[in-house]
């Protein structure tokens, strides 16, 4: 492998390792808006591994997700959620499922278990970013964890964002990105998403005078 592609490579690891950091640093946050704030962080750093990606293959298409995952989770989604926040006078989660140190202990056998599904697939591969791929796994399953853990509607869409990031990275990882309007087709949906989760958070705000997704159990037909 030439010297310029080993450093790509681990350029691309480094960004990867960052995108993971990020996550943990989501669970072990209570602010809402600072998950907002370390989502739009995250997706920085997605950005840059697509842009970097794209840079040493010479796939352009992989250009124009990077700029999209910078208009729509960098600024227009971040900026939706904060105006939820702001809207419903909601600064802090002080109850969850699962508590900080436990949370963290869970997301750190989460990484355990991804490295080993995928330690028999990854020598398989040929592509410079074939060691991203345990780590984007990581990623999908944090988010999952974080859509259970928290209670908060805000909190539980951050999830859903992180494991769409997880997804877009193991794309790039697996496969240096997904065809260009499959990627479209990807933001449109994540951009509605956003949209629905802040109608959503406003309904259940003025039927329950909080967001706490738990309190929809009570509802009866």
Do not use: W
């Not at 419903?88 to 699962?98: G, I, T, Y």
């Not at 794309?171 to 998403?193: H, R």
């Amino acid at each position: 492998m030439p010297v310029s592609t080993h450093l790509g490579s681990q350029l691309v690891d480094l960004c990867s390792v960052l995108l993971l950091l990020c996550c943990f640093a989501i669970v072990a946050q209570r602010r809402l808006s600072a998950c907002v704030d370390l989502f739009a962080l995250q997706s920085v750093f997605l950005a840059a591994t697509a842009a970097l990606v794209a840079f040493l293959t010479g796939h352009r298409h992989i250009y124009f997700a990077a700029a999209l995952t910078i208009v729509i989770k960098v600024i227009v989604l971040p900026r939706i959620l904060r105006k939820v926040i702001e809207r419903l006078n909601v600064s802090r989660e002080l109850v969850m499922n699962v508590n900080v140190p436990a949370g963290l202990l869970i997301c750190g056998a989460l990484v355990i278990v991804s490295f080993f599904i995928t330690q028999p697939i990854i020598p398989l591969g040929y592509l410079l970013t074939r060691d991203s791929l345990a780590i984007a796994l990581a990623i999908v399953l944090i988010g999952f964890f974080t859509m259970i853990a928290r209670k908060k509607a805000v909190t539980q869409m951050v999830g859903f964002l992180v494991m769409e990031n997880g997804v877009f990275l193991g794309a790039t990882a697996a496969a240096y990105g997904m065809p260009l309007i499959v990627e479209l087709g990807v933001f449109f949906d994540v951009l509605v998403a956003g949209l629905i989760v802040g109608i959503y958070t406003h309904r259940l705000q003025d039927a329950f005078d909080s967001v706490d997704t738990s309190t929809l159990t009570v509802l009866k037909e």
